[in-house]
């Protein structure tokens, strides 16, 4: 294995939307695609059904990320999308830890779903955690 040889157990991921960079978080889930399948059983032929391919559903990708300042980054996103909602395209990239990419994917008809910010509890010592989930209509890896 050599140094080029890293998996992608990266803890960073950057985010970009219609051209607005929202910075990087800490995780990314959801990265996933699912291809309805419908049996058919063929009349006569009691050993085998058919399996046929359907409708491709992507799944919604969540990012979280302890607030930072780069939490102004998705406010004015959403400022800017709140006026007129339109699908945009964008990238995710998984990132090394000295944040060089591994690898990429271009995510087409982006369109956000949800933005959860931090909760404040002073009894609680853990980060306070942004979330952002979004939902598309496809990803190509690049």
Not at 45 to 52: A, E, I, R, T, V
Not at 76 to 99: H, M, N, S, T
Request: glycine share 8%.
């Amino acid at each position: 294995m050599t140094t080029d040889d890293i998996f992608a157990t990266t803890p960073f991921f950057r985010l970009a939307i219609g051209g607005n960079d929202l910075g990087t978080f800490q995780t990314c889930s959801g990265l996933g695609a699912q291809v309805e399948v419908e049996t058919y059983a063929e009349g006569g032929n009691n050993s085998f059904d058919w399996q046929l391919p359907g409708r491709l559903t992507w799944s919604n990708i969540t990012f979280t990320r302890p607030v930072t300042k780069e939490t102004i980054k998705i406010a004015r996103w959403f400022e800017q999308i709140v006026k007129q909602v339109q699908p945009k395209d964008g990238e995710i990239v998984a990132l090394k830890p000295d944040r060089t990419p591994i690898i990429s994917w271009q995510v087409l008809g982006i369109v956000p779903v949800r933005w959860q910010g931090p909760s404040f509890d002073p009894a609680d010592s853990q980060a306070a955690v942004e979330t952002l989930e979004i939902a598309h209509e496809g990803l190509k890896v690049s």
